[in-house]
């Protein structure tokens, strides 16, 4: 699935998934949340984020877990 808002540059944040144009890092605004934060609070921590780069960077994660094989044992 492609993920215009969403970015990996060798050269940017030594290749983690980001927002587009910014060093933000899809697993930074994923702990955020995770940690009891609202999307709006995580916006408002990164003006340069919108509401709709946060759901980007969710909708990133499910999908690449969704590609991962689980083991069990």
Do not use: C, W
């Not at 980001?18 to 955020?32: A, F, H, N, Y």
């Amino acid at each position: 699935m492609a993920h215009d808002r969403i970015e990996i540059n060798p050269d940017i944040m030594t290749g983690k998934p980001v927002v587009r144009g910014t060093r933000i890092t899809v697993e930074s605004i994923l702990r955020k949340l995770a940690a009891g934060m609202t999307p709006e609070a995580v916006a408002a921590d990164h003006p340069n984020l919108t509401l709709d780069d946060i759901r980007a960077a969710q909708a990133f994660a499910a999908d690449y877990l969704a590609d991962e094989e689980v083991t069990f044992g």
